[in-house]
């Protein structure tokens, strides 16, 4: 079997930045302003005076962004933020390595140790 909707899940039109980029805005000013600057107004909703800094979405009026507030996935997207993202410590306890004492073991050493 296949893939049932691939076409849907490589589409890349909507994405969205990423958790930690977002983030990096939320605490360096100078970091969101270069994204906005790589931007042309004149090619963004609204010329680009509507945007929600947590989402990275651009609205076309005052009155969209204000009701995209209320709404579900911008407070999901306020959950996800003060979560955090991930760190390399949490990657590596995900596929295995995990530290012990200082050192970092892997699980070869593991099955060697038993």
């Not at 958790?19 to 000013?29: E, R, W």
């Not at 991930?86 to 596929?95: F, G, I, R």
Request: proline share 4%; net charge positive; glycine share 8%.
């Amino acid at each position: 079997m296949g893939v049932i909707a691939k076409r849907s899940m490589t589409k890349t039109r909507r994405r969205l930045r990423d958790v930690d980029q977002i983030k990096a805005d939320l605490t360096n000013p100078r970091h969101l302003q270069l994204f906005k600057e790589t931007k042309a107004p004149e090619d963004l909703p609204g010329f680009g005076k509507h945007y929600c800094i947590e989402c990275a979405k651009w609205f076309e009026s005052e009155t969209g962004l204000t009701v995209h507030t209320k709404g579900k996935p911008h407070k999901r997207r306020l959950k996800q933020l003060r979560e955090g993202p991930y760190t390399h410590k949490e990657a590596d306890a995900a596929v295995g390595l995990w530290t012990d004492n200082g050192k970092e073991r892997t699980k070869t050493q593991e099955i060697e140790m038993s």
